[in-house]
């Protein structure tokens, strides 16, 4: 039989988990000597590769030693948890990567309790070792403390480490640097000698598919590891669908994973991580199995959405000018599209007309589809992102998460009180070499729109980290809305500097002379708590008198450039952001401050 370890590759954000598969792939000999592979090759998409994150799960396999290792690379970050967890049903080890200097983080204490709950075999990666600031051996105590704090059994504790600097490709088993070669041997040795075999039971088929994708010839594509018995291409199976019913399809296509690339495969046994095509509605979850002995696996949790926000047709005057998808059934089919290979994505009709409630995991996963909408040509508008809220034994609740604040010690004393204020509770609270350390739990709603104002209070150099934790009663009412108002324009046509000038006093401005703007489109912020109607498009009258004093150029501040995040972040509830290929601008949902009286 041949040899098989399954592996997935776990850790927070950006402490080094792309870039250590690739060097465990370039470092195999899995690719020939003149392929030429990209740094972070297995993040495909651009906005990871531009992010640095990874949003998909991914699927490799390497050979070393005659055994075939198959790694999935998860992501670290919250919204994307999910994916994580059923990972963890497809495997039997991971490599826990921690960073050297940073230690463990929210994420690395998150995707660790998914791995010990499953009960699979730990290797803890100390990566980034050549930083100056490197202190392996405490981050390895503080890894520890965090596995007896999980609850680990003795032979979890009981895990090997290895010392790495996945970007220049060496590795040892020692934390001194002079001890560093290389080589990856040493984590392949590991995953050989610790990880055990897969667990595979004798019987007829058994395979139950983890993750989705989907492509437009044979529709969705199941990914997942065969449990027990064979598969072959062209084989009648059954498949136990989530509800109890058997649904009968024939395999049309199977694939494998190796280096980089999804390969063709005829057959495959108890242990091979692949993605079979036949069934187009698919589920994760479901269990494929022999005609006449089925036998279904137990279901696999996914998380339940906790944000939502409304999707709708772009109303703005400014509709078709950038755009090249703007319809209604564009729109509509590409959201349900986005459902094939997204299982924690949700999409119904709103109330509107025209209008999709789209709930997600979070806001990073509800802006990473709309910024692949709006590179795609598609215009649009959305609403401000809200809270899922639940009734649980006759309360009404809402979700919480557990936030981690990192900050100069001198920053501390404003981001406590404007937590105060976002109803957090403090946990937890340390400091050591001018840095303190605070653990919050929070309502989800609080989070919105923090992190622009985190970053003002902080000036750049704080670190905000946040996990779900679970739904309790409701906090106070007023969480979550923007306390100052906003300059709404009142005309439309080109804003010119001459008002812009005039305007300053007033607020923070949005744009700079030169823009196209449209009634009801939100040019500016207030500097008091309500909102109000300028005129940025007005031009200076012009006199044939010459004036005693000479006119002089006006010079003004520069404006404030919103992210997509930002800008969702910023808007209220009466608010939305149109969003095109070209541009985000925010704009009130009712564009004359007639409609706006007469809705108030």
């Not at 049903?89 to 991971?94: A, L, P």
């Not at 050297?100 to 690395?108: K, L, R």
């Not at 993605?275 to 187009?280: K, T």
């Amino acid at each position: 039989m041949k040899k098989i370890k399954n592996i997935a590759i776990i850790a927070h954000v950006d402490h080094g988990k792309t870039t250590l598969v690739d060097k465990l792939l370039q470092m195999s000999g899995t690719f020939r000597d003149n392929e030429q592979v990209d740094e972070r090759a297995m993040d495909s998409n651009d906005i990871e590769r531009e992010r640095g994150i990874t949003i998909l799960a991914k699927t490799t396999a390497i050979n070393y030693k005659d055994t075939r290792i198959n790694i999935l690379d998860t992501p670290g970050h919250a919204d994307f948890g999910g994916e994580v967890e059923r990972i963890m049903n497809m495997v039997d080890g991971v490599l826990l990567v921690v960073d050297a200097y940073e230690g463990t983080m929210p994420q690395t204490r998150f995707v660790l309790k998914k791995a010990l709950e499953a009960g699979v075999t730990p290797i803890v990666v100390v990566n980034k070792i050549d930083k100056p600031t490197a202190r392996p051996k405490e981050v390895v105590d503080e890894v520890l403390d965090l596995f007896i704090e999980l609850g680990a059994d003795i032979e979890q504790l009981d895990f090997p480490v290895v010392y790495c600097s996945a970007i220049n490709g060496t590795s040892s088993l020692d934390p001194d640097l002079s001890t560093q070669k290389e080589t990856m041997d040493p984590i392949f040795d590991l995953i050989l000698d610790t990880i055990p075999d897969p667990r595979v039971t004798e019987g007829s088929l058994q395979f139950q598919p983890a993750l989705l994708d989907y492509n437009d010839f044979v529709g969705r594509i199941g990914i997942g590891l065969v449990k027990r018995g064979k598969v072959k291409v062209n084989d009648m199976v059954s498949c136990v669908r989530l509800d109890g019913s058997i649904k009968q399809f024939r395999i049309q296509k199977m694939f494998g994973f190796f280096g980089l690339k999804r390969i063709e495969i005829t057959e495959a046994e108890a242990g091979d991580i692949i993605a079979i095509a036949g069934l187009p509605d698919i589920e994760v979850g479901e269990t494929v199995c022999e005609i006449g002995k089925e036998e279904a696996l137990p279901k696999l949790r996914i998380d339940e959405p906790t944000l939502q926000m409304t999707f709708g047709t772009n109303t703005s005057p400014f509709v078709g000018k950038e755009g090249k998808i703007l319809t209604a059934s564009k729109i509509e089919e590409r959201l349900f599209k986005e459902t094939e290979r997204d299982v924690s994505l949700k999409v119904t009709k709103g109330e509107a007309n025209e209008t999709w409630i789209v709930s997600g995991r979070g806001e990073l996963h509800l802006s990473i589809l709309i910024e692949n909408m709006r590179r795609e040509g598609f215009e649009l508008q959305v609403s401000k992102p809200e809270v899922i809220r639940k009734e649980i034994d006759g309360k009404m609740c809402e979700p919480f998460e557990e936030l981690q604040i990192d900050a100069p010690d001198e920053y501390v004393g404003g981001v406590i009180e404007a937590l105060g204020r976002r109803e957090a509770t403090m946990e937890h609270m340390s400091n050591a070499n001018g840095q303190t350390r605070i653990v919050y739990t929070i309502p989800s709603r609080g989070l919105l729109g923090f992190a622009t104002d985190f970053m003002t209070l902080t000036k750049g150099y704080g670190m905000m980290n946040h996990t779900y934790k679970e739904y309790r009663p409701l906090a106070g009412s007023t969480v979550g809305e923007r306390k100052l108002g906003v300059l709404v324009s009142m005309k439309a046509g080109k804003s010119t500097a001459y008002s812009l000038g005039k305007l300053e006093d007033r607020g923070v401005m949005f744009i700079e002379p030169g823009v196209d703007v449209y009634e009801g489109m939100i040019v500016g912020e207030h500097s008091h708590d309500n909102d109000i109607c300028v005129n940025v498009v007005e031009g200076k009258n012009l006199t044939n008198t010459r004036s005693s004093s000479k006119d002089h150029t006006v010079v003004l501040k520069r404006p404030r450039v919103f992210t997509l995040e930002s800008a969702l972040d910023y808007i209220n509830s009466d608010e939305l952001v149109e969003v095109t290929p070209v541009a985000f601008r925010l704009r009130k949902k009712y564009l004359t401050e007639q409609e706006r009286k007469k809705n108030r």
